[in-house]
């Protein structure tokens, strides 16, 4: 059964930064594709950053600059690295592992960042 975690999310001033973690359980993140989703009240999830399991990183347009994707694989954990936040990155922050032809979510984290 595959289970992702996220921790990490918080009440943050606009500036500030934020790690965020993924640790899962039954599926190796080494061997897929991990993205990082958010969803604002009253808004769709978006995709925020996704790195293959070859290393290929992706960003959002905005959060290119300030946020960091990365994988630590001994530790099957995924990171996001989100500094200079703005309050228009309050949201909940979703992992999600594409693997063996399905999509795993975690349950989310919410990140609220204060003007």
């Known amino acids: 059964q595959v289970r992702l975690v996220e921790s990490g999310g918080g009440l943050v001033q606009a500036g500030g930064s934020l790690r965020l973690s993924c640790a899962g359980a039954?599926?190796?993140?080494?061997?897929?594709?991990v993205a990082w989703y958010r969803q604002a009240l009253a808004k769709q999830r978006e995709l925020v950053a996704h790195i293959t399991s070859g290393g290929s990183l992706i960003y959002a347009d905005a959060v290119k600059g300030r946020f960091t994707i990365s994988r630590d694989n001994a530790k099957n954990t995924a990171y996001l690295q989100m500094n200079s936040l703005k309050p228009e990155d309050t949201a909940v922050y979703y992992c999600?592992?594409?693997?063996?032809?399905?999509?795993?979510w975690g349950q989310g984290t919410q990140v609220t960042v204060s003007s």
């Open positions: 999600q592992v594409l693997g063996c032809g399905a999509s795993y």
């Open positions: 039954g599926i190796i993140f080494s061997r897929n594709a």
